[in-house]
């Protein structure tokens, strides 16, 4: 069995310091532009920064959607509706406004140092919840979509989240097996069906706690599907974390 590093490569490491160094560098001779509303200064600015929603306790303690008191899997109204499946999900806000539009910029435009500042936000909420040992995976795209955009996302924000809380990071942990359509405009049994058995998990996870890492989570069909392939390949437990999360309104649910 491979046992990945306890902590973040080293050579990642300083791979790392040297782009966070560039990127500062460059800041100063081109300075960004907020990647919501497009004012010049911040990748994201105070104001947009302000218009996050950020989710707080209380969460339902499996999907990790908020609830007006604490709940169990039972009385949550997001879990009876749908089957999150052998996953415990958190996410650090709703998919809204400005959070919506950086995530929209992290997607299609090149855009690491982004990364980093949504990672850094990321980093700095639900911690204690996720278990002290586990590694994290960022959810792969698949080849096609990889090859025209040229990175993951997901990838990005596990990279970031890797070196702040010091969490080994395996970046092929996970792979997609087949290819799979878009997710968007389809209904959450849709969802279900379109990515089920997906996904192929490494060796690597065997005996360890994962953590998925990607960048919306919508209904949980893909995390859900990620999962199954991980507890397959002998992962011990496996939670999600992502940046944002959909409301749960009825286009999404309906059959
Ligand atoms: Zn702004
Ligand atoms: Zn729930």
Known sequence: MTV???NFDTLARITYSFERASWTLLDLVFPPRCQSCRQP???????????????????????????????????CDQCRRIS??????????????SLRNAIHS???????????????????????DFPADAMLIPVPLGMERKQARGFN????LARGLGARWRRPLVVDGLSRGRETRS????????????VAGAFVASAKVKGHSVILIDDVCTTGATLSACAEALLQSGATHVWAYTLARARHDADILTP
């Not at 209380?58 to 609830?67: A, I, L, M, R």
């Not at 999150?84 to 406004?97: C, D, L, Y």
């Open 41 to 75: 200064g911040e990748r994201l600015c105070a104001r947009c920064r302000a218009e996050i929603e950020y989710l707080k306790e209380p969460v339902c303690s499996h999907c990790g959607y908020p609830h007006p008191a604490p709940t169990t899997d039972d009385s």
């Open 183 to 194: 997710q968007v405009g389809l209904n959450a049994q849709d969802r279900k069906s379109n």
């Open 153 to 156: 996302q997901a990838e990005i």
């Open 4 to 6: 990945p590093s306890k």
């Open 106 to 128: 992290l997607k299609y435009r090149r855009n690491p140092a982004l990364g980093e500042t949504l990672a850094d936000l990321m980093s700095q909420r639900w911690l204690a």
């Open 84 to 97: 999150f499946g052998n996953v415990r999900i958190r996410s650090m806000a709703f998919h809204s406004e």
